[in-house]
């Protein structure tokens, strides 16, 4: 897949993984899925996956493709968005997001034939393998880059400093996390859980940091993951990307109650509206 | 074409040469103890490996991975002290077709990184070994929170994990190299203090999986793992001097067990004793006594390990006898429970 997009093509990506994180999330019925913590998160992703990232769907094994690591997994449906905007599984199987045998779980199970490269959301893990994985293309000589998506509330995990200080040590600069900052976690506002300055910890870790002021915008996004891939510092990279939780769809953004949730057909039908306004508003 | 014949030419062709070891150097391992043998066995692997990648937790010195690390300096990644973190990078190499062995003290890996373990070993099915030196209670005089009682209890409740304990510094040696062949998941954990015999000769077979009988019998079964097989041999010797058929049973892999020897085992002794450095819940007991429940008939079964109490803080010597597991202990029960 090329990574030559224009920003105006990523934006119609971002507004389709929209509709299609409301569809999987509205299929799943009672089950309810991370609605806010997936919508948060959309431009990064679609950035990664249509700007940022070397690989081909329909190659999913190829070697020299760069890795994505979900390490907040409960975001799933940002991730299986990307795969079917990208092409790696049928759109009909969106359906079968949270049913039975599906491979598309609550969260990401390993999969690399439908572009499902770790399993994660058991939090701070993900990130962890991550950054193994970046290690092992250093030791074989391969120059993939491997991106990590992470959340805020995610980096409370005492794991993620273990990794971050072994990421350093071992000059890792062909990993490129982003911290999704939408500054909400499972029980209120990350401040009040956790007052983490992250900036400047990841920095104080030895990251080279970059703060991206609004993480919804597309064009910021890109921008900053490719000046990331082209950097020079030897540092492993860190974005934090400053984003709204539950962002595009008007009742969810900022709305803790739709951090995870069952969607019914009200909501459905207002959530198709809001983003339909929002094409509108694109065009 | 004997088996192992097979297996050596196998282990050449991908280009893993599986050297007899002289008996100089086994009983230079079995003097030092099992942190020694795996230390050195992980260099001879690494010489005929090069895909061999060695992790650690902050124990170069510890698991005499010191030999390793200076003919191999790009091939050893501390962590430092952090063994959810060494389990997850592990698992990120494996990921990417390295073969990797982390190495860790059995008292913190499994138990503290049993979810990294579960998840990404696992769940994951990655081809990732971790070795867990001084399991049991070897460590006597530190306490309890360096004894590792329970390791093989959270390594085989996790799906795909095989579960392996050696007896001696040769089945270490063989095990490892077994391990690098088989492809998936691997707890191995490793007991045997300084000293530990070497018990057995150079020609047989270790195969995962594969139980192996030291000893035939036909009144007691003593099915033993890790290095207390020396205890359950010792055992088999006083009980003949009494008249008392026992085979002795070595069930290096707890998982997968090798259930067609306790099929064997079943139908054909009056009693099973089940001998483990490990507690009475949860391990190799626990494996046999939950293949025997599907039994209509089958002899009794008695459980001997680490009683279900925190241990008292001791020597090596004193732990085995407070916890009934030296030889004349075996064979006393054993005496016991037939009378």
Known sequence: ?283 | MSKRWLTWLRLRLKGIEMNEISMETLQEWSKLGHRSTIGETLLLLGKENSNVYVTTADLTPTARLTNFLKAFPDRLFDVGIAEQNLIDFTAGLAKEGLLPFAVGLAAFVPMRCAEQMRINMGYMNLNAKVIGIEAGVRFGPLGNTHFAMDDIAVARAIPNMTVISPSDPRSIYKAVFAAAEYVGPVYMRLTGAPGFPILYPDDFDFQIGKAIECRSGRDVAIISTGSVLAEAIGAADILRSKGISARVVDMHTIKPLDTEMLDRVFAENRLVLTVEEHSIIGGLGGAVAEYKAGFDRSPKQLICGLGDSFRKVGSYEFQLQDNGLTASQLADLVVTNLS
């Open chain 1, 1 to 283: 897949m090329s990574n030559r997009n224009s920003v105006e093509f990523i934006q119609k990506k971002a507004l389709a993984m929209r509709r299609d994180c409301i569809e999987m999330g509205y299929a799943a019925g009672s089950h309810g899925a991370h609605f806010g913590p997936a919508m948060s998160c959309i431009e990064v992703v679609a950035g990664i996956f249509f700007s940022a990232m070397n690989h081909n769907p329909q190659d999913p094994f190829m070697p020299t493709r760069d890795r994505f690591v979900l390490s907040k997994g409960h975001a799933c449906l940002a991730y299986y968005s990307a795969l079917v905007e990208a092409g790696y599984f049928p759109r009909d199987l969106m359906r079968t997001f949270k049913g039975d045998n599906s491979f598309l779980s609550g969260h990401p199970s390993c999969h690399v034939k439908h572009g499902l490269e770790v399993a994660s959301g058991s939090l701070g893990n993900g990130f962890a393998v991550a950054c193994g994985m970046a290690k092992a293309a250093k030791v074989k000589g391969e120059g993939h880059y491997v991106y990590c998506v992470l959340g805020d509330g995610e980096c409370d995990e005492g794991l993620i400093w273990e990794a971050a200080m072994n990421a350093v040590k071992n000059n890792l600069d062909n990993l490129i996390a982003v911290v999704d900052r939408n500054s909400f976690q499972l029980a209120g506002r990350t401040h009040e859980i956790m007052n983490l300055n992250l900036e400047a910890i990841w920095k104080a870790f030895g990251w080279e940091v970059r703060v991206v002021e609004d993480g919804n915008d597309v064009l910021s996004v890109i921008t900053v993951l490719n000046e990331m891939r082209s950097a020079t510092s030897g540092k492993p990279h860190l974005i934090i990307a400053k984003t709204v939780k539950g962002k595009g769809v008007s009742f969810m953004e900022n709305n803790l109650a739709w951090h995870a949730a069952p969607m019914g057909k009200d909501k459905y039908e207002q959530a198709v509206a809001d983003l339909a306004a929002l094409e509108i508003e694109g065009n």
